[in-house]
C-alpha cells in the first residue's frame, strides 16, 4: 500500500474547483430554466422521456394548451416519439365556484388541481380521447397542471378550464371589490372612483351605488361598467355629503357586497330661493325729518344674509345700498315724498346668492293726498248706470273707490248721500258702468281717489265729498207677473246670453217661454219646450233689461198662470 500524502492547500484549492466544475457542468439547469410567466400563462417545461424526469430540455411560456405536433418533434433536441410535456399556472381564483375541465388528444393527458388529479386519460391511443370533469375550485390561489405524454405516433393536446356560468349551477357571489377610493374635484364637480380589478374567471362587471347622507343606498346602480374606474358628473352642487359603494357581479347574476363607503362632500353651488318683499314703507320724525325708509322681506331657507338693492324707476340700473342679516333694512338715506324701487337678494354660507326679488315702490309717508274726484257724471241707463269722471292728476294714485247710496235728510234740513264702497276700479278708469234693476228709485254716486301710501282724498276733506243725485229709468212691464203661477223661473246672465231654468209641473206636457217687449208693451212667445226646464236666450240684447215669462201647457190645450223673473245685461 502506497502511504497517503498530504495534499498542498494549492492542490485542494484545484480539487473542489474542479468538483465545482465538474458539478456545474452535470447538473447546472440551462439558462431557460430561469424562465418565469406571469400568471395566467403557463409555464410549459419539455422532457425527452414520458416520466419527466431529469432536466426539462426547454421551458417557455404558453398562454394555452392546444398544440398538434401531428409526427414531429415538439421542439429542437427532442424526440418525435416518447416526450413529455409539463404545464403549470398558479393563479388566483377569486371567490372560486363551478369550473368545468376539460381535455382531449393523443396520447397521455394528466389534469390536477392543487396536486389532486381530476382527469386521467394516461395511455397510448391511436384515436383522439376526451374527457371533462366539473368541479368546485375554493377562492385564493391555486395550482394547475398538466402533464402530457406522447408514446408513439401523433401528438396533439389540448386542455381548458373555465368556469360555468349558468344561474342554475353558479351561487358564488363574487369577492368584495378592494382598493376602493375616491376623489372630488370641486372645480367642475365629479367624482372619480377607482378600485382593483376582481380576480373572478367569469366576473361580468363592477355596479356603482351612490346614496345621500342619512339615507339608503337603493336597489338601481348609478352605473354599470367593465371598467375599475369610474366619473360620476351628476353629483348635485349642495353642499351634502354622498357615500359611494361599489359591488361585482358576475355572468351568472350574482353580486358581491359592498365595498366600504367613500364619502364625498360636494360644493356648495346653489343659490338660496328669491327673496319676497313684504314692504317697503317710511314714516316723518316729529322734527321734520325721516327715520328712514324701511325695507322687509320674508325669510328664505339656508340664507346667511340679504342684500338690499334701490332704483329710482321700476326698471331702472338699481344699486347696493347695504346687507343685513335680518328680515328687514332701514334706507337712512331715503328722501321724504321720494319714489323709490327696492330688490333683495338672499346669500347663503358659501356665498351663494339668488336672483334679485320682484321690485317693491318705496317712499316715506308724504300725507299728501290725491286731490277729490271731479266732473262725475252719472247718466241712468237701461241696465243701471253710467259713470264718467275726470282722470285724477295725482301720479302716485292707487285706486278710485265708488259708492253708492241713498239721500237721507241731513242735520242742517238738508240731504246728504249716505253710501258704502261697491267697486274699486284701476287709476287708469275714467268710467264705470253699474249694472242694477232700473226700477225708477232715487240713487246717489260719490268717489274717492286713493294714492299708493294710503292716503284717501275723502278722508282729507275738509269741505265735504261731491255727490251726483240720479233717478234710474223704470224699466218695469205695465203687465204684472201673476202671483199664484205653478212655474218658480230664474234667469241669470250668462256672458252675452240670459240663461233661465223652471222647476217640473206637474201634469203638464211642456212650456212656452215669452219676452217682454217694452215697444209693443205685451209678453211676445220666444218658444215651447216640452220637457225641458231650461231655455238659454242668444237672442237678448246688450245693455238692457229683460223680463221673463214662463208657463205650463197641458194636454188639454190649457195654460198655466206664468212665473216670471228679470235678467240686466251689461253693455
Known amino acids: 500500500m502506497k502511504p497517503a500524502r498530504r495534499m498542498t492547500a494549492t492542490a485542494t484549492s484545484a480539487v473542489v474547483l474542479a468538483t465545482a466544475a ?83 388528444g393523443l396520447d397521455g393527458i394528466r389534469v390536477y388541481v392543487d396536486g389532486a388529479r381530476k382527469i ?37 393536446v389540448s386542455v381548458t378550464y373555465a368556469p360555468r356560468t349558468s344561474a342554475a349551477v353558479d351561487k358564488v357571489k363574487p369577492l368584495v371589490p378592494t382598493g376602493t377610493s375616491v376623489s372630488y374635484d370641486s372645480s367642475t364637480g365629479k367624482a372619480k372612483l377607482t378600485w382593483s380589478k376582481n380576480k373572478e374567471m367569469d366576473l361580468a362587471g363592477y355596479r356603482v351605488y351612490r346614496r345621500l347622507k342619512g339615507e339608503s343606498f337603493g336597489s338601481t346602480p348609478i352605473a354599470t361598467t367593465a371598467s375599475t374606474t369610474y366619473t360620476d358628473s351628476t353629483l348635485p352642487a349642495t353642499g351634502q355629503t354622498y357615500y359611494y359603494e361599489v359591488r361585482a357581479y358576475d355572468r351568472a347574476g350574482n353580486e358581491s357586497a359592498g365595498t366600504a363607503d367613500q364619502a364625498v362632500t360636494t360644493a356648495d353651488r346653489v343659490a338660496p330661493g328669491v327673496p319676497v318683499i313684504n314692504k317697503a314703507t317710511g ?74 326679488s320682484a321690485s317693491q315702490r318705496g317712499t316715506i309717508w308724504d300725507n299728501d293726498p290725491p286731490a277729490l274726484v271731479t266732473g262725475l257724471d252719472v247718466t241712468p241707463t237701461e241696465y243701471g248706470f253710467h259713470l264718467t269722471w275726470d282722470k285724477s292728476a295725482a301720479t302716485d294714485l292707487k285706486y278710485y273707490t265708488v259708492y253708492w247710496g241713498e239721500l237721507v235728510d241731513g242735520e242742517d234740513g238738508g240731504q246728504v248721500c249716505y253710501g258704502s264702497a261697491s267697486d274699486y276700479l284701476a287709476p287708469t278708469r275714467t268710467s264705470y258702468d253699474d249694472v242694477t234693476l232700473p226700477d225708477g228709485d232715487t240713487s246717489c254716486f260719490f268717489m274717492d281717489a286713493v294714492d299708493d301710501d294710503g292716503n284717501s282724498a275723502i278722508q282729507w276733506s275738509d269741505d265735504g265729498v261731491p255727490a251726483v243725485s240720479v233717478t234710474e229709468l223704470d224699466m218695469t212691464p205695465s203687465v204684472a207677473t201673476p202671483e199664484t203661477s205653478p212655474v218658480h223661473l230664474t234667469a241669470t246672465p250668462a256672458g252675452p246670453d240670459v240663461a233661465l231654468s223652471w222647476n217640473t209641473v206637474a ?65
Open 283 to 356: 314714516e316723518v320724525t316729529p322734527a321734520g325729518g325721516t327715520g328712514g325708509l324701511e325695507v322687509g322681506w320674508d325669510a328664505v331657507a339656508d340664507a346667511v344674509s340679504y342684500r338690499v338693492f334701490r332704483a329710482a324707476s321700476e326698471n331702472g340700473t338699481y344699486s347696493a345700498v347695504g346687507s343685513t342679516s335680518g328680515l328687514s333694512y332701514l334706507d337712512t338715506s331715503a328722501a321724504e315724498s321720494v319714489v323709490y324701487y327696492y330688490r333683495v337678494s338672499a346669500v347663503d354660507a358659501a356665498g351663494n346668492e339668488s336672483a334679485r
Open 22 to 104: 465538474g458539478l456545474l457542468s452535470a447538473t447546472a439547469a440551462p439558462a431557460s430554466a430561469a424562465t418565469t410567466c406571469a400568471s395566467p400563462v403557463f409555464k410549459r417545461q419539455f422532457f425527452a422521456n414520458t416520466a419527466f424526469s431529469g432536466t426539462p430540455k426547454k421551458t417557455d411560456c404558453d398562454s394555452a394548451i392546444d398544440q398538434n405536433w401531428k409526427t414531429g418533434a415538439p421542439a429542437s433536441g427532442l424526440p418525435k416519439d416518447n416526450f413529455g410535456v409539463r404545464w403549470t399556472v398558479t393563479r388566483d381564483f377569486g371567490s372560486g365556484g363551478p369550473f368545468r375541465l376539460a381535455a382531449s
Open 507 to 571: 201634469d203638464a206636457t211642456g212650456y212656452r217661454v215669452y219676452r217682454w217687449n217694452p215697444a209693443a208693451k205685451t209678453y211676445e212667445k220666444l218658444t215651447d219646450t216640452a220637457a225641458a226646464t231650461s231655455y238659454t236666450d242668444t237672442t237678448a240684447a246688450k245693455g238692457t233689461t229683460h223680463y221673463y215669462w214662463v208657463t205650463a201647457l197641458y194636454a188639454d190645450g190649457t195654460e198655466s198662470a206664468a212665473g216670471g223673473d228679470y235678467a240686466v245685461l251689461a253693455p
Open 120 to 156: 386521467d386519460l394516461w395511455k397510448n391511443v391511436s384515436a383522439t380521447v376526451k374527457k371533462s370533469a366539473d368541479v368546485t375550485i375554493p377562492a385564493g390561489k391555486h395550482t394547475v397542471r398538466v402533464d402530457y405524454a406522447n408514446w408513439t405516433g401523433s401528438a396533439a
